[in-house]
């Protein structure tokens, strides 16, 4: 999961895990690849995820948003130059790199060309190495992984906010009314 073992995701683990708890579910938590925890939802081999954009393609059969709003997240442009992220969505000779599956990533449209990697390790390994331009990532795992290289200059810019909710499959379709209303009582209590 791109935010790890963050504040944020336990945060939202709890109040998720709150929620089941309540309806006499004992939820477990498995740490995953963004891209396999959706195939794997899809396919029904897991029964929900714990987060995504709550802007989710609502076109897909197999997947229903919760639509109760978790928490924020804000998707930036990384990069080592400022003259860089000027007008960075129309250039096309601009190499941008990005967690495969990050969805707050993908559904940006610009010229230049995609580069998806597999973490964020390899995608800021890469911009540091100047062999990517820009990273597309959410502020608060940038921020994290940006920590552990105090020496670097990284500028940034603000591409898109986004809501997050939690993502079931089929399977559990029938909770959602009281899964919402649950998650609204434990998100109202933990702001």
């Known amino acids: 999961m791109p935010l790890g073992d963050t504040a944020l995701r336990q945060k939202i683990q709890q109040q998720?895990?709150?929620?089941?708890?309540?309806?006499?579910?004992?939820?477990?938590?498995?740490?995953?690849?963004?891209?396999?925890?959706?195939?794997?939802?899809?396919?029904?081999?897991?029964?929900?995820?714990?987060?995504?954009?709550?802007?989710?393609?609502?076109?897909?059969?197999?997947?229903?948003?919760?639509?109760?709003?978790?928490?924020?997240?804000?998707?930036n442009a990384y990069s080592l130059s400022a003259v860089t992220l000027i007008d960075w969505r129309e250039r096309h000779d601009l190499l941008i790199s990005h967690i495969r599956g990050f969805k707050m990533a993908e559904l940006q449209n610009f010229s230049g060309k995609r580069i998806t990697v597999a973490n964020d390790e390899q995608a800021f390994g890469l911009m540091l190495q100047g062999r990517v331009d820009i990273v597309l990532e959410d502020s608060r795992t940038a921020e994290s992984f940006l920590d552990t290289a105090p020496e670097t200059q990284v500028v940034w810019q603000t591409v898109a906010d986004y809501t997050i909710c939690h993502v079931v499959n089929q399977s559990l379709y029938p909770l959602i009314p009281a899964l919402s209303e649950q998650l609204a009582l434990t998100t109202e209590a933990s702001h």
């Open 16 to 75: 998720v895990s709150t929620a089941y708890l309540q309806l006499g579910y004992q939820p477990q938590f498995v740490e995953l690849p963004s891209q396999r925890r959706l195939h794997l939802l899809r396919e029904g081999d897991i029964e929900a995820d714990l987060f995504r954009i709550c802007q989710l393609d609502d076109t897909d059969p197999a997947l229903q948003v919760v639509p109760v709003a978790l928490d924020k997240l804000s998707l």
